[in-house]
């Protein structure tokens, strides 16, 4: 289906499987799963202004927000993800698996807000940066650790920057 000129669309699937793909979009989109296993794709363009909500009750959800083939700036949170002036919000606890794709193009990662489990990727020369008074930051191949928050999957991902806070780091 395509939909042009609406401002606001409001999606609701059935109890089963349901799959939301967006993309392009510029006005509001709330989207609600319910209580199957479902999946949600947000495009995004880098230069629009739309929202997508995100609000599942059960199953075993995902949410994978794509980025451009240009460079893209992320900022990551509990409850949003950012690229520009588009977002993407979701209740962690609802949704099971978040995966944030920069695509190619050299993207930048900012996860210092994000405590929840994540999976970024990345395929150009891309940054993950997180800013976090924590005890213990940790970086692997594969995983980001922050002591308290959840771990963040990274894959072609080039360069870490992290920075400790004023306290015992």
Excluded: P
């Amino acid at each position: 289906v395509t939909i042009t000129g609406i401002e606001t669309a409001n999606l609701t699937g059935g109890v089963g499987v349901n799959a939301f793909t967006v993309s392009s979009w510029t006005g509001t989109a709330n989207l609600a799963g319910l209580t199957g296993n479902d999946s949600y794709t947000v495009n995004l363009t880098g230069a629009g202004s739309g929202a997508v909500i995100v609000a599942d009750t059960g199953g075993v959800d995902t949410l994978t927000v794509n980025g451009t083939a240009a460079a893209n700036a992320f900022t990551l949170t509990d409850t949003v993800v950012t690229l520009g002036t588009e977002t993407v919000t979701s209740v962690a606890a609802e949704i099971d698996t978040l995966t944030v794709d920069g695509l190619a193009g050299g993207d930048n990662f900012t996860v210092s807000a994000l405590t929840r489990t994540a999976t970024i990727t990345g395929s150009g020369a891309d940054t993950v940066t997180a800013v976090n008074d924590v005890l213990a930051i940790g970086l692997s191949d594969s995983t980001l650790t922050r002591t308290g928050l959840g771990a963040v999957t990274i894959t072609g991902i080039e360069t870490a920057n992290l920075t400790g806070g004023v306290g015992v780091n």
